[in-house]
C-alpha cells in the first residue's frame, strides 16, 4: 500500500509529506521509504496561525479560517507528493494537521485540537484521508501522545541495551524501548528558543546555534527554570505551548535583571539539553536515537551528548530520514487504521487500551481494499 504521511509539528514552520510503500510480510511491517517533500507555511498562514496559538485569545472565525486554510495548504503539499513521490497514485493519505490547542488539567488531558480541514485533501487528490489521530487515544484514557512511539518500539524493539528514541521538535519526547514502554514529552526543545530568537532578533530559529554559542548560560534563570512542576511529574505526560511560550519564560525573568540575548539563548538551550539528560538518565539509556529539526543545531546536539553520556545518533544512521520520521510515522498510523488494528502502545500514551485511531474521509475510489484477517505487527523493517 502506498501511504503518504502528513505533518507539521509545534514548531509550525513547513508541512512535511513522506511517502511510503507498507506492506505487512509475517509479524513484520515493511516500510520502504519513497521520498519526502517539505514545504514552508506562507508568510500570511504562519502569522495566522502563531497569532492564534497560547497565550492569545482567538475568535471562532478565525478557528474556521484557519480550518480552511491549513487544510488547503496540507491538500497542496498532498498534491505534490501524489505526483512526485508515487507517480501519480497512492492509496491512502493521513493528514496530522496542525497542532492549536493541547488540553491538559492536572496531568490528564482532556482534549486536543488539530486544525486542517481533511475534505480538502480528499477533494484536491480524490484519495481517502485518516485524519484526528490523537482524540480516540485521549477519548481512552491517554494522553494523544506522543504518537510516534508505535513506531519507536516496533522498530527498536531488538536492540541491545535501552534504546531511546528522541525527537527534538517544538517540544521534545522521547520513547525508552525496554521492557514495558514508555514515552512522553520531556519538555520544551525548540519552542523556548525560537520564541526568544523571533522576538528579540525577527528571525525564525537561532541558525546553526550561533546565538547559543555566543552567549553564557544564566544559572539563576535556568534554576528558575528547572523548577518547573512538569519535569517532576511521572510519565506519560504530555505537553505543549499551552505552556512553554514566551509568556512563561516572561514571568521566570521577573525580578532579574537584563540579561542579554546570546545569554538568554544559551540558556533555553541548555534547558531543553538537560531535561532531555534528566529523562534518558532516569530511565538508563544506553544509546539516544535523534529526529527532528532540533538536530540541526550542532550546539543543543552537543550539549546534549555531554548530558545524557550515551551514543547519540540520528535516525539517518539507521536508514530512516530524520526529517521525515514524524510524517513516516504518521503514514504507520494510517496504514494500521486502514488495517482495523491499534495505533498505540497504552503504556506509552497511559491509555486504558489500544485504539484503531481517526476519522477517514472517503476518496473518489473509496476507503482502500484491505485483507479482513490480519494480525497486528511485532517489529517494523526499513528497506
Known amino acids: 500500500m502506498r501511504v503518504i504521511g502528513l505533518m507539521s509539528g509545534t514548531s509550525y514552520d513547513a508541512i512535511d509529506a513522506a511517502a511510503a510503500d507498507l506492506r505487512l510480510d509475517g509479524d513484520q511491517l515493511v516500510l520502504t521509504p519513497l521520498g519526502l517533500l517539505s514545504h514552508p507555511y506562507s508568510d500570511e498562514l504562519r502569522a495566522a496561525i502563531a497569532s492564534s496559538l497560547p497565550p492569545a485569545s482567538t475568535t471562532m472565525e478565525q478557528v474556521c479560517r484557519l480550518d480552511t486554510g491549513i487544510g488547503q495548504a496540507f491538500a497542496d503539499v498532498a498534491r505534490q507528493a501524489v505526483e512526485q513521490l508515487c507517480g501519480g497514485y497512492a492509496d491512502l493519505i493521513v493528514s496530522h494537521g496542525q497542532t492549536m490547542f493541547h488540553w491538559v488539567d492536572g496531568g490528564s488531558v482532556r482534549g486536543t485540537l488539530q486544525l486542517g480541514q481533511p475534505a480538502w485533501i480528499a477533494e484536491a487528490t480524490g484519495i481517502s484521508v485518516v485524519s484526528d489521530l490523537r482524540s480516540r487515544d485521549v477519548a481512552a484514557g491517554g494522553q494523544g501522545a506522543p504518537l510516534v512511539s508505535i513506531l519507536d518500539v516496533l522498530w527498536l524493539r531488538g536492540r541491545s541495551g535501552v534504546p531511546i ?65 512538569y519535569y517532576g511529574r511521572p510519565a506519560p505526560k504530555s ?114 487500551h489500544s485504539s484503531v485511531l481517526g476519522s477517514v474521509t472517503p476518496g473518489l475510489r473509496g476507503l482502500p481494499v484491505v485483507p479482513g484477517d490480519v494480525r497486528p505487527p511485532v517489529r517494523l523493517v526499513v528497506r
Not at 514508555?182 to 528571525?203: C, H, S, Y
Not at 539509556?285 to 532540533?294: K, M, R
Open 165 to 229: 528514541a528522541l525527537n527534538l521538535g517544538g517540544i521534545a519526547n522521547i520513547t525508552v524501548v525496554h521492557g514495558d514502554p514508555v514515552a512522553f514529552d520531556t519538555g520544551p526543545a525548540n519552542a523556548l528558543i525560537d520564541a526568544v530568537v523571533a522576538e528579540l532578533t525577527g528571525r525564525a530559529f537561532d541558525a546553526d546555534g550561533v546565538m547559543a554559542a555566543r552567549g553564557r548560560v544564566n544559572e539563576e534563570l535556568l534554576g528558575r527554570l528547572l523548577a518547573e512542576p
Open 239 to 352: 505537553t505543549g505551548k499551552e505552556l512553554f511560550n514566551l509568556a512563561y519564560l516572561a514571568r521566570a525573568l521577573e525580578g532579574l535583571p537584563d540579561i542579554p540575548a546570546d545569554d538568554l539563548v544559551a540558556t533555553v538551550t541548555t534547558l531543553t539539553a538537560r531535561t532531555v539528560g534528566d529523562a534518558v538518565r532516569r530511565y538508563g539509556g544506553t544509546e539516544v536515537i535523534a529526529s527532528g529539526g532540533g538536530i540541526r543545531n550542532p550546539v543543543l546536539m552537543h550539549l546534549l551528548a555531554s548530558e545524557v553520556g550515551v551514543p547519540v545518533r540520528t535516525t539517518d544512521e539507521l536508514g530512516l530520514p530524520s526529517a521525515a520520521k514524524e510524517a513516516y510515522a504518521f503514514a504507520v498510523l494510517g496504514f494500521l487504521t486502514a488495517h482495523g488494528l491499534g495505533g498505540t502502545v497504552p503504556s506509552c500514551t497511559g491509555a486504558g
